[in-house]
């Protein structure tokens, strides 16, 4: 269930959204429309005081950029909607008595340019992930993100997003091979303490 849980945390950080972050600089600025340039720039601010919040493990500052609506889906399928379904989240996993981890670092990188659509734009990209958890465990994930953006105002809100890795080779799946392979060795080694105690036991002389 701990495991379980840590899972769904990984996306917990992704609410800081590497997705609004712009990191293709070497797009010519000939390339973009004046007015989606001046969004780009804006996004990528976003960008950076999002992931410096996360690394410093700024909630409040982190929730600012969220719509009050927000729809975040963890790995594990959990579903969490608004800011205090997320704050409780990010208590429960990361800053409460019974949290998971211990403390999180991130970068974000994203694969282009924000799509935009008027008032709203689809991101995407990849992040590294550095865990420390409670236990002790050290955990590198490498993880991809989907953000959907919508604009308010004047201001750019994160109005979904949907963080993943991948299920056939991480690291969490590798610590759960190792400890099956670990306990299926001691199972073994049981069973076959168990025959030899019994084989022994069978072969004894029957007595007058």
């Not at 689809?122 to 958890?133: E, F, K, N, Q």
């Not at 236990?135 to 308010?152: H, I, M, Q, S």
């Amino acid at each position: 269930m701990v495991r379980t849980r840590f899972v769904g945390f990984l996306a917990l950080l992704f609410v800081a959204v590497p997705f609004v972050s712009e990191a293709q600089d070497a797009v010519a600025p000939a390339a973009v429309a004046s007015g989606d340039e001046a969004t780009h720039q804006a996004l990528r601010a976003i960008k950076q005081d999002m992931e410096d919040a996360l690394n410093k493990q700024d909630l409040d500052r982190l929730l600012t950029h969220l719509h009050p609506d927000v729809v975040f889906s963890t790995m594990n399928n959990d579903v969490r909607v608004g800011k205090d379904a997320i704050r409780a989240y990010y208590a429960q996993m990361l800053g409460g008595p019974d949290s998971v981890v211990k403390k999180v670092t991130a970068k974000f990188d994203v694969d282009a340019l924000t799509r935009l659509y008027g008032d709203s734009g689809v991101a995407y990209g990849s992040s590294l992930d550095h865990y420390i958890l409670n236990d002790g465990t050290d955990l590198v994930v490498n993880g991809r993100w989907t953000c959907t953006l919508v604009k308010e105002g004047d201001r750019w809100l994160i109005a979904a997003f949907h963080y993943s890795t991948n299920v056939f080779d991480n690291p969490l799946l590798t610590k759960v091979k190792n400890a099956a392979l670990g306990f299926g060795a001691l199972v073994a080694v049981a069973a076959l303490g168990a025959g030899f105690f019994i084989g022994r036991r069978g072969r004894r002389p029957a007595t007058a």
